[in-house]
C-alpha cells in the first residue's frame, strides 16, 4: 500500500463503513513518513507493539458509520499485515536489523555541561548545533544540574 487513504478504503471494505472512519489510525500508521519516506520508516510503528499502541491511542475499539463496533487492533493488524506481506513483525524483528554504527553503542558521560567561568548559553547553542542535544536552554540547564547532583550523591 502506498498512502494511508488505501489502507482506510481496505478497512472499509473488509469491516463496513466508509473510509474516513478509519483514517486516523491509518494516518497514525504512516506519520513517520514525515521523517523518512522510505520503507524503513515502518520500524517506528509497523510491528506488534505499535499495533498495541494504536489501541491505547484511539481506544480498544471504535464505532464505524454503519454502527459496527470494530477492534482497533484488527485495524492496525490489516495495516501492518498490508505494508509487511502478510505478516505482522515484532519490534524486535525490526530493531534486531539495524546495523551498529560507532556513535550508537559505549556512550560517555559529560560530568559538567556548564563549565566554570563558560557562557551556558554560549554552550547550549554548540550543543545544538553540534546534535548533541534537542533540549531547549532552560531543559538543558536542568539536566545539567540534575546530573551534577546525581555526580556529588555518588
Known amino acids: 500500500m502506498a498512502h494511508p487513504l488505501h489502507h482506510a478504503l481496505s478497512s472499509a471494505r473488509r469491516f ?12 497514525w500508521f504512516d506519520a513517520s513518513k514525515e521523517h523518512m519516506a522510505y520503507f524503513t520508516h515502518r520500524a517506528l510503528r509497523h510491528h ?22 470494530i477492534p482497533v487492533r484488527w485495524i492496525g493488524e490489516q495495516h501492518v499485515k498490508e505494508d ?3 505478516k505482522i513483525p515484532s519490534l524486535y524483528d525490526w530493531l534486531g536489523r539495524i546495523q551498529q554504527e560507532s556513535w550508537m553503542a559505549n556512550g560517555h558521560i559529560d560530568d559538567d555541561l556548564t563549565h566554570t567561568g563558560s557562557d551556558p548559553l554560549a554552550d547550549w547553542m554548540q550543543a545544538v548545533s553540534s546534535r548533541q542535544t534537542i533540549l531547549g536552554f532552560e531543559e538543558w540547564l536542568e539536566k545539567a544540574r540534575m546530573e551534577r547532583l546525581v555526580a556529588a550523591a555518588v
Not at 50 to 65: K, Q
Request: charged share 25%.
Open 16 to 27: 463496513g463503513g466508509e473510509a474516513a472512519d478509519y483514517q486516523a489510525v491509518h494516518d
Open 48 to 69: 506488534t507493539q505499535g499495533i498495541f499502541e494504536a489501541e491505547r491511542i484511539f481506544g480498544r475499539s471504535l464505532t464505524n458509520s454503519a454502527g459496527r463496533v
Open 84 to 86: 509487511c506481506r502478510g
